[in-house]
């Protein structure tokens, strides 16, 4: 039974492009959550979505980021114009349901801006 | 106030030491507490949930202390391969999900 999915591992821009990170959730569960981890700061939610919806982006900063996690196939988190600041660990979670669950984690992407 | 702190160390243990660390949350209406662990680099994973009534899970002991609003985690036994940072995380109630609140975690160097 795979765990949450995440691809790619490392993924190096340089400023202005895009960049696109894939989460494949734990089978069965159908929240998923992204997390952004800055050096030396704890995680920090980002956006909290099911099949079709985001039901909660509150972390998500307002402009370049967006998340979607279509019917089939993997959420995506995208980043538009990337700048140095940009440059994180972008972890994936997902639960079967809202509460109470706890969330598993993936392996996480690790993004370098040049 | 942040909402979920910790003391983020580093403590450094003796093998075979009891360590224990607390993290106090600012939410008194949250419900779910776990500690997570993280190695360095690499995700985290669940250690732990926290229940009310506290938990055991062989060297690892949890709390919940709802009226001082603070969770901790007791390890005893301490080995090496303990060494790691380990995540208060608290979860949110009631309208919405904005998901799990981390705190910066508490980093644990057990020495040899």
């Known amino acids: 039974n795979a765990g949450v999915m995440q691809n790619p591992r490392h993924l190096v821009r340089r400023r202005g492009q895009e960049a696109r990170l894939r989460c494949s959730p734990m089978?069965?569960?159908?929240?998923v959550y992204w997390y952004r981890q800055l050096p030396e700061e704890g995680l920090k939610f980002m956006v909290y979505l099911q099949k079709e919806n985001i039901i909660d982006e509150s972390g998500m900063p307002k402009e370049r980021f967006s998340a979607e996690f279509p019917k089939e196939g993997p959420s995506i988190l995208r980043i538009q114009q990337v700048v140095r600041g940009d440059s994180a660990a972008y972890f994936c979670?997902?639960?079967?349901?809202?509460?109470?669950?706890?969330?598993?984690f993936g392996d996480g992407t690790r993004l370098s801006i040049l | 106030r942040k909402e979920v702190e910790q003391d983020p160390g580093p403590f450094n243990v003796p093998e075979g030491a009891t360590v224990a660390f607390n993290c106090t949350y600012s939410?008194?209406?949250?419900?779910?507490f776990f500690w997570y662990r993280q190695d360095c680099r690499k995700e985290p994973k669940l250690l732990m949930s926290?229940?009310?009534s506290g938990n055991e899970d062989g060297r690892f002991t949890a709390q919940l202390n709802r009226a001082s609003q603070y969770i901790s985690l007791l390890i005893r036994d301490s080995k090496l391969s303990d060494s790691a940072t380990y995540l208060c995380?608290?979860?949110?109630?009631?309208?919405?999900?904005?998901?799990?609140?981390f705190g910066k975690g508490t980093h644990l160097i057990i020495q040899p």
């Open positions: 089978k069965g569960h159908s929240h």
């Open positions: 939410n008194s209406a949250s419900q779910s």
């Open positions: 979670a997902s639960s079967q349901q809202e509460y109470n669950q706890p969330q598993h």
């Open positions: 926290v229940y009310s």
């Open positions: 995380v608290v979860e949110a109630t009631g309208g919405g999900a904005d998901g799990l609140t």
